[in-house]
T-cell receptor, first 115, second 116 residues
Framework: DVKVTQSSRYLVKRTGEKVFLECVQD?????MFWYRQDPGLGLRLIYF???????EKGDIPEGYSVSREKKERFSLILESASTNQTSMYLC??????????????FGDGTRLSIL | AQKITQTQPGMFVQEKEAVTLDCTYD???????LFWYKQPSSGEMIFLIY??????QNATEGRYSLNFQKARKSANLVISASQLGDSAMYFC?????????????FGTGTSLTVIP
């Protein structure tokens, strides 16, 4: 089974801090994704990566950056945390660059609170 | 325009009954894939079922089936013989195109409650 592991289940940080959310997958997947999930808004894509050192902006990249130095690890960085970044953050990975029926596999999520 | 629309914020179903969760999508790409995920209160997203735009048959996986009506751009999830453990949020998602772009578009979800 695919295993996507997010470093923290719950995290509390202060306004202005630099925050790192880590995600590791163990299935050699090419593609990795970061979403935030807010009530009534569903999942919104922040960034995704289809290869090491490659990244693409999603729908809401402002205030975030990402890093993918190794294939198995995809990090989300909040450069200067703000209270409106309090949310549930979900990491996902997926096999294949080409179109296919492969689903995204998700981690358990990180509930981040910015005080 | 929304790529994925789920118009039912909340649904209730009696245990052992069937329930249909609605999903409509918007794309001009002839090649796309549709996915359904379940999210229990614990938070993990669980992949349930997939339907490709060129698939001739409706997808089925155990008690889950997808009612795919291409002309109407709808991909409704049908859960048969509901169980208490089916209580969760359900998300419909779409992936467009071949090659290149890997973005998935998610709906806002439907909260399903199964009543004993």
């Amino acid at each position: 089974d695919v295993k996507v592991t997010q470093s923290s289940r719950y995290l509390v940080k202060r306004t202005g801090e630099k925050v790192f959310l880590e995600c590791v997958q163990d299935m050699d997947h090419e593609n990795m994704f970061w979403y935030r999930q807010d009530p009534g808004l569903g999942l919104r894509l922040i960034y995704f990566s289809y290869d090491v050192k490659m990244k693409e902006k999603g729908d809401i990249p402002e205030g975030y950056s990402v890093s993918r130095e190794k294939k198995e690890r995809f990090s989300l960085i909040l450069e200067s945390a703000s209270t409106n970044q309090t949310s549930m953050y979900l990491c996902a990975s997926r096999r294949g660059r080409e179109w296919s029926n492969q689903p995204q596999h998700f981690g358990d999520g990180t509930r981040l609170s910015i005080l | 325009a929304q790529k994925i629309t789920q118009t039912q914020p909340g649904m209730f179903v009696q245990e052992k009954e069937a329930v249909t969760l609605d999903c409509t999508y918007d794309t001009s790409d002839p090649s796309y894939g549709l996915f359904w995920y379940k999210q229990p209160s614990s938070g993990e997203m669980i992949f349930l079922i997939y339907q490709g735009s060129y698939d001739q048959q409706n997808a089925t996986e155990g008690r889950y089936s997808l009612n795919f009506q291409k002309a109407r751009k709808s991909a409704n999830l049908v859960i048969s013989a509901s169980q208490l453990g089916d209580s969760a949020m359900y998300f419909c998602a779409m992936r467009e195109g071949r090659g290149g772009g890997n973005q998935f578009y998610f709906g806002t979800g439907t909260s399903l409650t199964v009543i004993p």
